[in-house]
């Protein structure tokens, strides 16, 4: 990961956690995302180091330019400049299963210390506490992509050392970058401890999973937004504020 010059410093943990993943993004990658921070993400890697990136979205737009923030996977805006508009069954058959995809971008409500992600019950399979939406595209997206990047908050109970039901497999996870931190894969598929960010110590890190969390040597300090970065966040990608704040 190589940052661009001129940190800010002024900026927000959602603001340097989508830097941080937009770093993640090289130029002519294709990438299956969703929307809040990890479109937001790839829209600004699109504007400063990889304008050669392909958006790809679950509901169908391949190669699209958003001219605004989506609200929503369904949102029109997620057709703009699209180089195809296809089925979801062309998505995940001609793209995602044949390997075209680089980058994959998931979420649960539940990351164990493999990278395994729950979407599908907190609590017993059969008597669950709550029930999930379950895995969608997920599983398939976590099995196929080249790499999978999961940009979340640390939580204890989102982060447990076991998750309740293995709905996506970790074993494509490349990093976890979270407002405290970055976690990577070790030889074993366990997160170890990368990165932290300024301020935060690995005291509070260590708090916010529910296993014995390892850190890598030497312990980095996870690099600033720049000025730039944070211009483009702000007054051209996200203005109103709707995932930077």
Known sequence: ???PTEAATDYTLNELMCALAAREIKDGDVVFVGI????????LARATHAPNMTLIY???AVGAVPDRVPPSIGDPA????????TSMADIFQCFLQNGKIQVGFLGGAQVDRFGNINTTVVGPYDAPKVRLPGSGGACEIA?????VLIVTKLDKRAFPEKVDFVTSHGRRVAKIITNMGVLEPDASGEMVLTSLHPGVTFEAVQAAVGWTLRKAEPLKTSPLPSARE?????TKLDPQRRHIK
């Open 1 to 3: 990961m190589t940052a």
């Open 36 to 43: 809040g921070l990890p479109n937001l993400a790839c829209n």
């Open 58 to 60: 679950e509901s169908g």
């Open 78 to 85: 997620l057709v703009t400049g699209s180089l195809q508009v």
């Open 143 to 147: 099995a196929h992509a080249q790499r």
């Open 230 to 234: 944070i211009e483009l966040l702000r």
